[in-house]
């Protein structure tokens, strides 16, 4: 079972070169945020860009910002109730429309949108309100909407068991709308579909397309 959220890779890249050795800065391997660190970060950033810090606009931006990142990569706590399928239900149990919200990896700017999210049941049920925690859990983190696709579905396969799973995310990603191409009001939809939602079929079709 996935219990905890791994820090990606950073990437090291750039289109203009090799770019500074990032290699060699220090990092907790464990993905604990240091606050202090953060902003101090933040304000050789903001440096960097030629803006004043001490400025009395952005005095406290450093502090505020490291708060908001630290927000946004923090998933709240929670357990996985799962209870017995008494009942012998057989049908699909969707749950469309959970908004949810990442950053991107490549640029730390947001993509937001929705997940629709089901599975077919087993022996066990899952708390609806558990799929929305779940998407949150790997959400919240430095991210691509793929991998996020996969490791929603490979997580309720291995928390329930069910005889099928399936996931559609569709996201607007500002890294697209501001930057770039500045295409704004694309959405990209991914999806990943195991077990007897892994062939197209009437279950299946009940997904967003």
């Not at 820090?7 to 990092?27: Q, V």
């Not at 101090?40 to 903001?46: K, S």
């Not at 694309?186 to 009940?206: A, C, I, K, N, W």
């Amino acid at each position: 079972m996935l219990t905890q959220m791994q820090a990606p890779t950073a990437l090291l890249e750039s289109h203009r070169g090799p770019g500074p050795d990032l290699s060699t800065h220090d990092a907790d391997p464990t993905g604990v945020i240091n606050l202090p660190a953060a902003e101090h970060a933040i304000a050789d950033f903001l440096r960097a860009l030629g803006r004043d810090v001490n400025a009395p606009d952005l005095a406290q931006t450093p502090r505020r910002v490291a708060g908001a990142f630290s927000e946004m990569l923090t998933p709240r706590q929670t357990s996985w109730t799962t209870f017995p399928n008494d009942a012998g239900y057989s049908e699909l149990v969707l749950v469309k429309n959970i908004p949810f919200h990442s950053l991107c990896e490549h640029h730390l700017l947001p993509f937001r949108g929705v997940a629709h999210i089901g599975y077919l049941p087993g022996d066990r049920l899952l708390g609806l309100s558990k799929l929305a925690r779940a998407l949150e859990l790997f959400a919240r983190n430095l991210q691509v909407q793929e991998r996020l696709t996969i490791q929603v579905a490979d997580w309720l396969m291995e928390t329930l068991n069910p005889r099928g799973a399936g996931v559609v995310l569709e996201a607007e990603h500002l890294c697209m709308s501001l930057r770039g191409v500045q295409s704004s009001g694309t959405t990209t939809r991914t999806s990943m579909f195991y077990g007897e939602l892994g062939v197209p079929g009437p279950l299946r079709d009940q997904f967003p397309n």
